[in-house]
DNA sequence: GCAAATAACTTTACTATACAAAGTACACGT
DNA sequence: ACGTGTACTTTGTATAGTAAAGTTATTTGC
């Protein structure tokens, strides 16, 4: 079978951690909505980043294979477009299912434990 | 106005670092739905965890006065149990909303980049 | 009744990394 | 030629996640 999540129902195995991080996601979610790439700068507005921040996570996610970097020049200036790379589109639904299986998971506890009645609790303490 | 996210749709500022990380995200999901609270044992099996991570992950929840901890014995040997307190079910209620926008995002995003036309992309680079 | 094992944690140590601050390079206006 | 702005990169530090070792007490095997 499987990894642990056998017994450990909330072990959240799946969580990828480069993905599990605020400044990367919201990269990322920026990235899936424009196919043909960002620009440094639109990148950096759009999540809020400052330069440096921004570079290093680029690099993290570049040298995780998830987004392709492409260096040119524009106007007679640098210019880094990134894109998403098919890898990155892969992994980063498979990143979602589980994020959305947190969110589910925590809306049904939290729904059970409106009725707080001890009987019916789903998991039972041994 | 409110802050950055006027112009950094992308920013997340609301993901609580405390509770956006792996493990304390097994701990709090598994508390939510268990308002009598968890002993130190079963917490450990639910998430999958060390002694020592949980041990640690619970002191930072705790030192953020997310969850309450009760130390006791029970069959002659001690007995911690952890449950959340209000402040940290309400956190927790916003923290999960900021991840389901996330989650809704990218659903859009990824949904309007299947019809690549350039005109029809919410956000324009300068 | 003593040693070894187990339970239930805590403390310490290491390692990774997020973030900020400073640095580099080039172009453009004046 | 000189400062200013753009577009990044590099370096440094402080935080924090994880593993390993330590602690205390309590059963269990011999």
Redesign the interface.
Known sequence: MAN??E???????G?D?VF?E?AR??????L?????G??F??LK?????TDGNLSRHIQVLQDAGLVAVHKGYERNRPHTRCELTDLGRKR??DY?AV??K??K??????E??EE?D?DK???K??
């Open positions: 642990r999540s017994n450990a129902p909330f072990a959240y195995d969580l951690r599990h605020k996601l919201g990269i990322v979610t920026s899936i909505g424009h196919p043909k960002l620009a700068s639109d507005q759009l999540c809020g980043l980063f639904a979602l994020l959305e947190v969110v998971n925590a809306a049904d506890a939290a059970r434990s707080p001890p609790v789903g998991w303490p041994a």
